[in-house]
């Protein structure tokens, strides 16, 4: 190999491992584009993510009475739905969701569902095993046309198909009724679930969480048709828009909480409580109480047999749900949200005070400020929170977690726990109330987007917000898992093992990635509103996702989405070793002297011992007249040679070489190692001599060429210390010992006890080496 003229002189060898020779091609699929995974675009979903030109959907509108039982827990209703058929084609049958049955004698929930015997059983596991024989599940008692005729319907399982009289042609509408009843069943029990009641022993009152409570009208879409895959428990709703008019009749003393406006307050709210509800709405600092505690304990006690109807009209909500109990404390405040105001509410026992008076219509104002400003503006005219010993949200009203012991007090966990709770179903207005996705299939999109925004939210709240999910340390355990316990992001809901930290933590955890890592905030700001502010109202898929983040963006996340949402590789990319390089501008004197100082303190072994010690340096001449000299070769002296050749290379320089090479620049070449599979950017801080410290941010397009492993040299004019891959914890690298240079360890503990035995009694632990762990 021909010498260089600008020669490099290595000062310092870090320890490279010698790599190992992958079997799998040098960057077969990472970089490769989405395209033939996504859908192909089309008139009604464009390329780009947008709602094409003749993007449609269907919208059922409902007229609904209903009645609740407070002696024997039911409810009674009659409803009428106009369906519009927007769709370009002709609908010979409608389906619609019958999610009451899960809880029915003979679902195929418990059928489906895992169970063995252990040693020690639960009365809650066995009775999990045996089910029950309760009286559960709808009862239709009727479906008709608007003459009063019946129309043939099917039930299947949690589904109905509609039999319609005749087909149902594009862009006409259809209308029919339906009167059916069914048994409210108890949520804190076994059988579970969002909706139901709650039972209060010591007061003998029901708190109840009316949802899933009517029959409902599944999605028909472009994209999938019916979307009837049955109900079994987790995955949630995928459901159609509409307007409602919903009249609810309950005991006269309860008071009622539900989505949408109350249209006779007059006639439900005693004289004080309608003036305080009347001042609650130009109230913008705190909360009012319109329904007080101390007038809930004397309702809980005189039990009224008389009932009241309340009417509620809500536009353009995919769902609707409520609340009713004599229990209820109610208070509320308005919030501005661009030109409008909202309600922000709040529903709780008394068994929820003193934390939800102090803390839950304030979290919900809060929730609706700090979504809005990444999404749009909050477009309904209530936001209500409700206490109900779980989470579950619906459009304008949710059911939450959170309340304190009986003597009233609370743990920060229950107090942050609840704040968490709130904001993550107050913010699921936004997705999927309103950006409208498919639940059903793709949990992520609703819970992910939702859980990356909670984490957001919560953090506005108080910066030291113990957020569970959302900084991407956080999900290093989850990615960890075995890989017989992992699935893609993308899978359906019904057949992900860990559920919590695929469908919420693992997307929310990508989006933060995405945001500060990948994107930065404005770039991705920018490209997530235009995704929510695009598909409100409407029903989006990740493929629209995918692409108006890339189109709103201008950035390639093609490799990101790959990896993270359709992979189940880790992030561990390992700093390996790094070489340090000096641009040699000495002179020859100098470099000879350079070299001498390096031979005299070489590490010393046998041969230079014995042979080379006390050996003197001599050059003899010979007789002059035949020129002859003979001497011993001194390697370190200087020739004329040696002068000439370095003149001669100086001269040649161009005076921006002559720059360079007496900058006295530091080369560090950096050898990178992809153990987990998943490429992420570089983000490498540099520790210098000087006590000063720098980040250098290298995009992960690094690995397009080569997937297993990079070299980079960075140019420093400072000395580098130490160095540090991924300092700040942002790529969920499952590893964090091989991110530093020089390597750092910090010993186990173990302790010593004297037993028995004597020495034999000394408990060692770990070896210091084996485990080392992030200082």
Not at 199 to 222: C, I, Q
Not at 536 to 558: C, N, Q, V, W, Y
Not at 563 to 575: A, E, H, K, N, Q
Request: glycine share 6%; charged share 25%; with cysteine.
């Amino acid at each position: 190999m021909k010498k260089v003229s600008l020669v490099l002189m290595l000062l310092f060898l870090g320890g490279f491992s010698a790599m190992a020779q992958w079997s799998e091609q040098n960057h077969a699929e990472r970089f490769e584009q989405l395209g033939p995974m996504l859908r192909s675009p089309n008139v009604y979903r464009t390329a780009s993510g947008a709602p094409g030109h003749m993007y449609w959907q269907q919208k059922a509108d409902h007229e609904i009475e209903v009645e609740l039982n407070d002696d024997n827990q039911s409810i009674k209703g009659w409803q009428k739905v106009t369906y519009f058929n927007n769709s370009p084609d002709d609908l010979k049958y409608l389906w619609i969701q019958l999610d009451q049955n899960e809880r029915a004698k003979d679902s195929n929930t418990p059928k489906i569902a895992e169970s063995s015997i252990n040693p020690r059983m639960s009365m809650r596991q066995l009775e999990n095993i045996l089910w029950h024989d309760l009286d559960l599940g709808y009862k239709i008692l009727s479906v008709k046309d608007m003459g009063g005729n019946d129309i043939p319907v099917t039930i299947v399982q949690t589904m109905m198909r509609v039999d319609l009289p005749q087909p149902l042609k594009a862009g006409e509408k259809t209308e029919f009724t339906m009167d059916w009843t069914f048994n409210i069943h108890d949520r804190m029990s076994f059988i579970g679930g969002r909706p139901g009641y709650e039972f209060f022993e010591k007061d003998g009152n029901y708190l109840y969480t009316m949802a899933e409570w009517f029959p409902r009208m599944a999605v028909y879409s472009d994209f999938e048709g019916w979307q009837h895959k049955q109900f079994v428990g987790r995955g949630e709703f995928a459901l159609t828009f509409g307007d409602y008019k919903v009249k609810i009749t309950v005991p006269a003393d309860h008071m009622v909480g539900s989505t949408g406006v109350l249209q006779n307050p007059e006639q439900v709210l005693s004289s004080i409580e309608l003036d305080r509800w009347n001042s609650s709405k130009k109230t913008f600092d705190n909360p009012v109480i319109i329904r007080t505690q101390a007038e809930v304990e004397r309702l809980e006690k005189q039990k009224a047999k008389d009932k009241k109807t309340w009417e509620f009209h809500a536009e353009n909500v995919r769902d609707f749900a409520w609340t009713s109990s004599r229990k209820l404390i109610w208070d509320a405040m308005a919030v501005k949200q661009g030109g409008n105001e909202v309600m922000a509410m709040s529903y709780y026992a008394k068994e929820a005070n003193p934390l939800w008076g102090q803390y839950s219509t304030r979290v919900v104002a809060h929730t609706l400020k700090s979504y809005s400003a990444r999404t749009f503006d909050y477009p309904y005219p209530v936001a209500i929170s409700v206490e109900a010993s779980n989470g579950m949200e619906y459009p304008m009203i949710c059911f939450n977690y959170g309340r304190p012991d009986a003597d009233g007090t609370y743990s920060e966990a229950i107090k942050n726990g609840m704040i968490g709770v709130i904001i993550h179903e107050v913010g699921h207005n936004y997705f999927p109330m309103i950006v409208n996705s498919d639940e059903r299939q793709w949990s992520w999109m609703d819970e992910g987007l939702n859980t990356f925004m909670q984490y957001l939210a919560e953090q506005e709240w108080d910066r030291n917000f113990p957020s569970r999910r959302g900084a991407a340390h956080k999900i290093v355990p989850y990615m960890k898992s075995e890989k017989h316990l992992l699935e893609p992001i993308m899978t359906n809901s019904e057949n992900i093992i860990q559920f919590g930290p695929n469908a919420y933590a693992k997307p929310a955890t990508g989006l933060n990635i995405m945001r500060e890592t990948i994107m930065g905030r404005e770039l991705f700001d920018y490209a997530y509103k235009e995704y929510a502010q695009r598909w409100m109202f409407k029903h989006p898929t990740p493929d629209d996702f995918f692409r108006t983040m890339e189109d709103a963006s201008g950035i390639d996340l093609d490799w990101f989405w790959r990896g993270w949402f359709y992979g189940t590789d880790p992030v561990d990319i390992s700093l390996e070793g790094v070489n340090w390089y000096k641009l040699d501008n000495r002179t020859p004197a100098e470099k000879k002297a350079d070299e001498k100082k390096a031979f005299d303190i070489e590490e010393t072994y046998v041969s230079k011992t014995y042979n080379l010690k006390d050996t003197p340096v001599t050059v003899v001449e010979a007789d002059p007249a035949t020129r002859d000299f003979y001497y011993t070769y001194n390697p370190f002296a200087v020739t004329p040679d040696d002068d000439k050749a370095y003149k001669d290379f100086m001269a040649r320089l161009s005076p921006k070489e002559k720059e360079l090479i007496n900058s006295g620049l530091n080369f560090y070449e950096m050898k990178f190692r992809n153990i987990g599979g998943l490429v992420m950017p570089l983000i490498i801080q540099f520790n210098y001599t000087d006590g000063t410290s720098e980040v250098e941010r290298i995009p992960a397009e690094i690995w397009r060429l080569n997937e297993w492993e990079v070299s980079k040299v960075f140019a420093k004019q400072k000395e580098v210390k130490s160095i540090v891959l991924d300092p700040f914890r942002e790529t969920a690298d499952i590893d964090e010992t091989n991110n530093y240079w020089p390597r750092q360890y910090e010993p186990s503990r173990f302790e010593m006890f004297k037993g028995a035995g004597g020495a034999r009694g000394v408990s060692i632990g770990d070896n210091p080496m084996k485990k080392a762990r992030r200082k």
